[in-house]
């Protein structure tokens, strides 16, 4: 079983959440890898909406051959509602769950989210990255906070974000003449090393395949093909 840190109770009002983030994002530490990673995972999470069930998936895979070496799913009820700015608190507890069923800790994890790419540099891959203590890093589809320049349309490329003249992630180009992905460190890796394993995770898709594999994942949860 994948074991994690618990810092904080999840039932929390959202003035104290905001303050939790305040506190946590000081122990955010963003600094390359001690050594390289053999194993990845991907992991996300699906709701219908105007529900409160969750449906979170954690996908496991070897980067060098980009295998998927085991999934976990949960399907539970969502603790927090859902404020923007405060999402990891309705998510975050329903990939603990998830992560308690693995049978292998992976070396890096990939959130379909945000890390330091938050208004206060503490979005999903960085608060679940203080819980796991392992590298975390997000690559979201959207933008939360940050303005770039639209990087060059060919695959690699990739452009900084900047929030308050702060680099906080990097718009990257996965795929040519595809939109850019959304990366950013969230805890114990820095941004460079981000960038090069949404790269190595490439499958052909403008997703990488951790995080496209665990949200075909959650979608057959929700769809009830998958328990």
Known sequence: MANYQP????NVSPTEAVALQQQLRSQIRIQPLAEPPKTIAGCDISFNKFEETVYAGIVVLRLDTLETIEEAGVVSTAPFPYIPGLLSFREIP???????KLTIEP???MFDGHGTAH??????ASHAGLFLNRPTFGCGKSVLVGKYDEPAPERGNWSPMTHYREVIGAALRTKNKVNPVYVSPGHLIDLETAISLTLACNGGYRIPEPTRRAHN????????ERT
Request: positive net charge; hydrophobic residues 50%; without cysteine.
């Open 119 to 124: 208004p206060r540099r503490i979005g999903i």
């Open 7 to 10: 810092l904080h109770d999840w």
């Open 107 to 109: 070396d890096v994890v």
């Open 217 to 224: 994942l959650v979608n057959a949860l929700r769809r009830g």
């Open 94 to 100: 329903s990939l603990l769950q998830a992560w308690q």
